[in-house]
């Protein structure tokens, strides 16, 4: 869990303690990573996108007037918690736990609802031509028990769309087609941006670091429940006591994490 991955890595943030019955112990890491690959090189390089292409232009051959066409995307995105208690929908931390998505230009498996709603939606907010594509998912991210897995996928189908397209949105961009996709940006905006975020429904995400000595312990369920499911347990009113103190903790956790203190 604490692989590195280009320039820097996770060499100055705390390690990851893993517990006996799936508990979890440990800090936040920094944001998606994408990485990718052109066919006429392997699939394993362990570089940013960014980095990994500009070295890989240098190696096209000789007088051959173009780049090599990019065909597969290899997405790194953490585990995120949401809410923290009374930040609903508006508060999370992205965490030292991840799943890579890889996306492949061309024809295959059927890609499925998520990856299919994330695909049209890139493709009708760029105006890109859609293109054939596939997808895979491996990880450390259990499904449907709090930790973001859908972010997960669906931050890791865009951003691997978008470097497949030629990069049309910025990570900004793609963060705002995944807080669509999830219906609220608590989990999207740590996934994309990493670190503690504040992410209100209208206006700018902020994102802080969160100090090495703060540590998270997980007690993940043997059962799944969705969010739908969750979400539906809600009241749909609170007494104006209630908001009162859940505002006051919220601002309380956010101050906390944007001062260290």
Request: aromatic share 8%; net charge neutral; proline share 7%.
């Amino acid at each position: 869990l604490t692989e590195m991955f280009g320039e820097g890595g996770d060499a100055a943030l705390p390690r990851w303690v893993v517990a006996n019955d799936g508990d979890l112990t440990g800090l936040v890491f920094r944001h998606t990573e994408v990485f990718a690959s052109r066919a006429e090189f392997s699939h394993g390089v362990k570089t940013p996108v960014r980095a990994w292409i500009s070295k890989m232009s240098l190696r096209e051959p000789r007088n051959s007037g173009k780049t090599a066409p990019m065909n597969s995307v290899r997405v790194r995105v953490p585990a995120t918690s949401a809410n923290l208690g009374p930040g609903f929908d508006s508060l999370g931390v992205a965490l030292r736990l991840y799943n890579t998505t890889t996306v492949v230009r061309g024809r295959g498996p059927a890609p499925g609802d998520m990856a299919s709603a994330a695909a049209n939606l890139f493709f009708g907010k760029t105006q890109t031509k859609p293109f054939a594509f596939h997808w895979s998912v491996a990880g450390d991210v259990p499904r449907s028990r709090g930790l973001g897995s859908s972010v997960t996928v669906r931050l890791g189908v865009l951003h691997g769309l978008n470097e497949l397209a030629g990069r049309p949105l910025n990570r900004h961009g793609v963060f705002e087609l995944c807080s669509e996709l999830e219906g609220h940006p608590d989990n999207a905006a740590p996934g994309a941006f990493g670190g503690f975020c504040i992410a209100p429904a209208k206006g700018p995400v902020q994102s802080y670091v969160v100090g090495e000595d703060l540590a998270f312990v997980f007690l993940i369920p043997a059962h799944e429940l969705e969010t739908e499911k969750a979400r539906n347990l809600l009241p749909k009113t609170l007494p104006l006591s209630d908001a009162v103190l859940s505002a006051g903790n919220a601002a309380a956790i956010a101050g906390a994490f944007a001062s260290g203190d």
